[in-house]
C-alpha cells in the first residue's frame, strides 16, 4: 500500500505547484507567503476540477486529457507566478510561520492515511457507504477511458460489451460526475488504479482543507499559530471528518476544500477595510464558486444562505456598505459563467436531489447517524464515540455537550451584535454555522432526519471554528468580573472538545490495526470484510495477456463487480454469473460468440481444476480454457468432498451429485475411478443415471470397480452434470451414518470425439 502514500504526496505536490501561481497572484499585495502558499494546494484542486470538466465536456477521457490538463494548469500558474513577480511580490516571503503549517499537514497526512497503510484493502473496500464508493469507481474509470457523451448515445448492448459496469455508468452522468473525473486524474497522476486510490482521493480532500482552515482561524481570526492548528486538525481529522470520509461521501468530501477556500476569499475581501469595488480575490472567489457547484450543487443553498446572512449583518452593524453586495454579485455573475457548461444537467440534478432530501421518507439516518439522533447534544460535537463506550462517559460528555451549545449560542450572538469590525472571518463563520443548524432543524421538521443530518455535516467546520474563535481571540479576554470566568469555562470546555477530536484522529490507526469500530458508528456494508480483495495474483497474469477474453461465473454481485473494476479495462470480462448491473438494470446478456481465454469462478475446496489453473486467492480461481482437459469448477454432493484439493475424492450417496464443469465442445468424456461402498457391499456394479442439463435425456449407466469412462452430452461454456446411484442403501457404518454406495475418485472431463 506504499504506492498510495506516494500517489497521495505526489497529488498533493502537484495541486500546490498549479494553485502556488493564481493564489500568489490574486490575494492582495498585503498577503503573506503563508496565505498565499496555505490555499495554493486548494486552489490548485479548483483549477485543476474546472479545466478539466470544460475538457471531458469537449469529449476528451482523462487518459488522454490528463496531461492536458496537467499542462494547462501549470502554465497558468506559471503566468501568474511571473505577473506576481513583476509586481514587487518577491519581497514579502517570509518563511516564519510556513514551517508549523507544512508540520501540521505532514502529521494529518499520517493520522488520516494510516488506517489503510495498516488495513490495507480490506479496510477501505466497501467500508461505509459501499454503493457511493462503487459508483464513484465506476464512473471514473468510464471517464477515463471514453469521451463524455458516448454512453449516452450507444445502446445498451454495447455498453455491455466494452465493460460490465457499463450501464451502471451511463445512469450516473446524468448528476454530478467532476468528482469523479478528478478521481480518475489523481490516479493517474500517482499512477494507482482508481479502485485503490479512491480511499486516498478522500484523504486527499482533508490535507487540501486544512490550510484554509488553518489561515481562516490565523489570519482572518487572530488565533495563535498553535490554537489554529489545533481547530484545524480537529476540523480535518476529527470525528465529523471519519464520519462523512466512511460515508464514502467523495463528493461532500472534494467540496469542503472548496467551501473552507471559499469562506477565507469572502472574509479576506472584507479584513482590510478597502472600499475599492474591484478585488483580486472576486476571480478565486468565483472560480471556486463554479467549482462548487461542479462538484457539489446540493451544497450550493447552504452555502447562498451563510453568505447572504454575512452580508445582510454586515450591513446592519455599518461595517460593510453596497461595495460588498457589488464584489459578491461580480463574483456570482462570473461564476455562473464559468459554470455555464453545466447548468442543464446540474441544475436537473440538484432538483431532484433537493425533492429527495424533502420528500423522500427514508431511515438512512439509522445507517449514517445513530450517533448523532441517539444524543444530539454529544453528536453535534463529534463526542458520539465516548458517549457510547461507558455510562459515566455519556453524561460526563452530554454535560460538556450542553455547555459548547450554550458557548456556541453566546459566540453567535457575540458575533451577531457585537463582533470586531477588523474580524470579519469570526461573522461569516458564525452565519454559515446558522445556515447549517438552520438546515438541519428545517429538515428534521419535516421529518427529513438523514438529510437534516447531511445539511448539518456542511456546516461542521464552521461549528468548531465559531466556538474556537470566540473563546480564544485575544480580543475576548479584555473582560473583568464574570465575563472573565465565563471566558475561562468555555476556553477550558473548548479545550476540551478540540483535544478529543484530535485525540480521535491519533486513535483512528490503533482502532485500524485492532481491527475496532466505534460503538454506535455508521452500519457497515454487508459485504464489508467479507471478501478477499487482493486480485494482485490475477492481475499479474493479466499483465501479459491484455485484450483476453475472461467469462467471469461469480455469484455475489459485489464481488463481481469489484473484478471488473479491478481489471476490466485491461481485459474483456463477460458476466456469466451475477453482477449489481444484472440484478438492478437487467441488462442482456453479452455476446458470448468469442470463446474466452480464461475463466474466473469462485474456489471450490477439493476440486480439481485438471491443469487448468493459473492464479488463485482464498476466495477465487482463474483458470485457462485452452487445454485438453476441462476444469471442473464445482462438486454439490450431500456426502461432502474428502481428500486433499489435489486428489479429492467423494461417497455417491441416495442423493445426486452435481458436477459443473467448463466444456468448448458438444461432446466431453467422463473419467474416474470407481469403487463399492460399505452400504452395499455385495454390489457387483453399481447403476447410475447421468444426466447433462446440455440435452436432459438420462443415460443408464453400469459402472464396475476400476477405472471408467462415460461420454456425455454438453454444450461450449459451462455444464451440469448430475450423477445419481440407483441401488438401495443396506446398512450404515456405527461411526458414519451417511449413505456410503459408491467411492468416485480422480473425477476429470475431458474432450470427447
Known sequence: MWDVLFALLVNFFVLTIIGAGPALCFLPAEASALSSMGISPAAGFIITSLVGTYLTLLGYPVEQAGILILIIGMTL????????????????????????????????????????????????????????????????????????????????????????????????????????????????????????????????????????????????????????????TAVCGGFWAQAILDMRADSELTAIPVLLFLAFLIASMEADGDRKVWRQEVVLVAASGASLFFLYPEMLPFT???????????????????????????????????AAPGWRTLLAFGSRQLNVATSLQNNWDQAYFPWLYASPLTGIWGFGPFAAWKEWMRVFFLILGAFLTVVLIAALVHAFFRGNRRSPGSLLAATLSMSALLQWGYLCAMGQLWAGAKGLSFGYAFLLISVAVYTFQAESTDVGGWGRTWKRLAKIGVCGMLWSQCGLAFSRPILAWRDWEYPNYINGHGEYKRHDWNMRPFTAVFEGHRGSIVWSDLSNPWLADYVGLVFGWDVRI????????????????????????????????????????????????????????????????????????????FWLGTKPVTVTVFSPTESSVLTARFGIGPSNPDLHAADLIVTSDADGAPQHIMVTPGTQEIQVHTRPGLNQITIQDENPVVRSLPTDPRPLLLHVEDLRFKRGP
Not at 186 to 212: H, M
Not at 318 to 328: E, F, W, Y
Not at 597 to 607: A, H, I, W
Request: proline content about 4%; glycine content about 10%; aromatic content about 10%.
Open 77 to 232: 500558474s506559471l503566468v501568474c507566478f511571473v505577473k506576481w513577480l513583476l509586481s514587487g511580490g518577491a519581497g514579502k516571503l517570509e518563511s516564519g510561520e510556513i514551517a508549523p503549517l507544512a508540520a501540521s499537514i505532514v502529521i494529518l497526512c499520517v493520522l488520516t492515511l494510516a488506517p489503510q497503510l495498516i488495513g490495507g484493502l480490506r479496510y477501505s473496500i466497501l467500508r461505509g457507504n459501499g454503493t457511493d464508493s462503487f459508483n464513484y469507481i465506476t464512473l471514473a474509470g468510464y471517464l477515463d477511458h471514453e469521451s463524455y457523451s458516448w454512453a449516452l448515445q450507444t445502446d445498451v448492448m454495447s455498453l455491455v460489451e466494452r465493460h460490465p459496469s457499463y450501464e451502471r455508468a451511463h445512469q450516473l452522468l446524468s448528476g454530478r460526475w467532476t468528482t469523479s473525473m478528478m478521481l480518475a486524474l489523481t490516479s493517474r497522476v500517482g499512477g494507482v488504479a482508481p479502485y485503490r486510490f479512491e480511499y486516498s482521493f478522500s484523504v486527499l480532500s482533508f490535507l487540501l482543507a486544512f490550510g484554509p482552515a488553518y489561515l481562516f482561524c490565523r489570519r482572518l481570526s487572530g488565533l495563535t499559530t498553535f490554537t489554529s492548528a489545533l481547530t484545524a
Open 574 to 649: 463477460d458476466n456469466i454469473g451475477s453482477s449489481r448491473d444484472i440484478d438492478e438494470f437487467k441488462i442482456p446478456q453479452p455476446w458470448l460468440g468469442k470463446w474466452p481465454d480464461y475463466l474466473l469462478v469462485e474456489r471450490s475446496p477439493g476440486v480439481n481444476y485438471g491443469g487448468a489453473l493459473v492464479a488463485q486467492n482464498s476466495e477465487l480461481s482463474l483458470l485457462r480454457t485452452d487445454g485438453g482437459t476441462e476444469p471442473i469448477l464445482s462438486i454439490a454432493n450431500a456426502n461432502g468432498l474428502e481428500g486433499s484439493e489435489g486428489t479429492p475424492f
Open 304 to 338: 447562498i444562505l451563510g453568505i447572504a446572512l454575512f452580508a445582510s449583518i454586515r450591513i446592519w452593524q455599518g461595517q460593510a456598505s453596497r461595495i460588498l453586495i457589488v464584489r459578491l454579485g461580480g463574483a456570482a455573475s462570473l461564476g455562473l459563467i464559468a
